[in-house]
């Protein structure tokens, strides 16, 4: 089987070869590294919806992302290792280097959603009368510190 420059390296290429030795149809092959993709996605999806929500990730979705994980970067390995260590090492380097930057978002992520400041709700006046006052009074001090 001959492979393309552009499909030597990659996840999706090494899982569609091995499935095709082993898979009953070229469809089922296919399928598989979109499988392999979608439980990384929909842990990492998982784990954001958690964060955003300050609450405790849960571990089954940690574990899934994991394997995934190591999936992808088996398959990387496994093809990249018929070229010696030099070949493991860069048909691993697009995996590595995703799931870096996917974590260095969630990061972001997380700390951007720390705790929010208290906010305060001004005193509102019975009456109109108190309200007029109040708005008026509160105008004065802005124009005083603006100009004072």
């Known amino acids: ?46 784990l954001l919806h958690e964060a955003r929500n300050d ?4 571990g089954l979705a940690r574990f899934m992302l994991w ?7 088996g398959a990387n390995l496994a093809y990249g290792s018929g070229y010696g260590l030099l ?7 697009p995996a590595v280097a995703f799931i870096g930057t996917v974590e260095i ?3 972001l992520v997380r700390r951007s959603h720390g705790p929010r400041a208290a906010t305060s709700v001004p005193n509102v006046p019975d009456d109109v009368e108190q309200a007029v006052r109040a ?7 802005r124009q005083v510190r603006r100009h004072g």
Do not use: E, K
């Open 105 to 107: 978002a969630m990061q």
């Open 55 to 58: 609450r405790a990730a849960p």
């Open 87 to 93: 070949g493991a090492l860069i048909s691993a380097w």
């Open 1 to 46: 089987m001959s492979w393309s420059p552009s499909r030597r390296w990659s996840a999706t290429a090494t899982f569609t070869a091995w499935a095709g030795h082993t898979a009953r149809t070229a469809r089922r092959a296919r399928l598989l590294p979109l499988s392999v993709d979608g439980l990384i996605l929909a842990a990492s999806l998982v």
């Open 67 to 73: 394997l995934g994980i190591g999936a992808t970067n």
């Open 135 to 141: 708005a008026y009074a509160a105008s004065v001090a």
